[in-house]
């Protein structure tokens, strides 16, 4: 069975500040992706980043990174230079082997102060 | 390219009553993903749609049902609602290959009185 963790419920940073957003995940399977998320109040999900299991460089998209750490099993996104508008919700997916359904996990709040 | 389109975008109903959402994907996929998001169960997934079959399905009683058409627009429909189900329906659509991006729509809200 699959599994992501997402341990820190709400996150608090200064505008302009970066900020490390936890994921754990656990699966057997070799192959693998992993998914970031940006939910903001109005519900739609918006998809950030993505990063394969057989990726040799960590992905980047923008002001976005996924710092993956193959052996620790943790694939924590990094924002650097958080602007306001980055005040939402946060969710890591996975999905495996030959489902390319992702589970979720139950998100991080991200607040971003000026 | 247009995104993935939700109608409607709200929706209040009443203990008993059943509801059809509707959910336009991408110009060019074919996988159709429904999910359910509630403050107590996250984010869950109910059932994706290929080619107008159901190929994949979450742990949800029979009472939510989905279809896919043609045209790759896909509809769910819930029966028999309770208060339970006031929640954030979403649907994602996808290319349906391994390691593919889910892109989500914005989502129609159901409250259920």
């Known amino acids: 069975a699959q599994k992501i963790t997402q341990t820190q419920p709400g996150m608090f940073v200064q505008e302009k500040e970066a900020v490390t957003l936890d994921c754990t995940y656990d699966?057997?399977?070799?192959?693998?992706?992993l998914f970031w998320y940006k939910q903001p109040s109005s519900g739609e999900m918006i998809f950030l980043i993505y990063?394969?299991?057989?990726?040799?460089q960590n992905a980047t998209e923008g002001r976005y990174s996924l710092n993956f750490q193959k052996a620790r099993k943790s694939a924590n996104l990094v924002i650097s230079a958080s602007q306001l508008g980055d005040s939402a919700m946060y969710f890591c997916a996975m999905s495996t082997g030959g489902s390319y359904i992702p589970t979720f996990g139950r998100g991080t709040s991200l607040i971003v102060h000026p | 390219k247009a995104g993935v389109t939700q109608t409607p975008r709200y929706l209040i109903k009443t203990r008993g009553q059943q509801v059809t959402l509707s959910c336009s994907p991408i110009s060019g996929h074919r996988s159709v993903s429904w999910y359910q998001q509630t403050p107590g169960q996250g984010l869950q997934f109910l059932f994706e749609y290929f080619s107008e079959t159901q190929r994949n399905k979450g742990n949800f009683p029979g009472r939510f049902s989905g279809r896919q058409f043609s045209n790759s627009r896909s509809e769910m429909n819930v029966s028999t609602l309770e208060l339970g189900d006031s929640a954030l329906y979403l649907c994602?659509?996808?290319?349906?290959?391994?390691?593919?991006?889910?892109?989500f729509g914005p989502g129609t809200r159901l409250t259920v009185l």
């Open positions: 699966t057997s399977d070799p192959s693998y992706g």
């Open positions: 994602a659509s996808s290319l349906a290959k391994m390691g593919d991006t889910q892109y």
């Open positions: 990063q394969g299991s057989y990726d040799q």
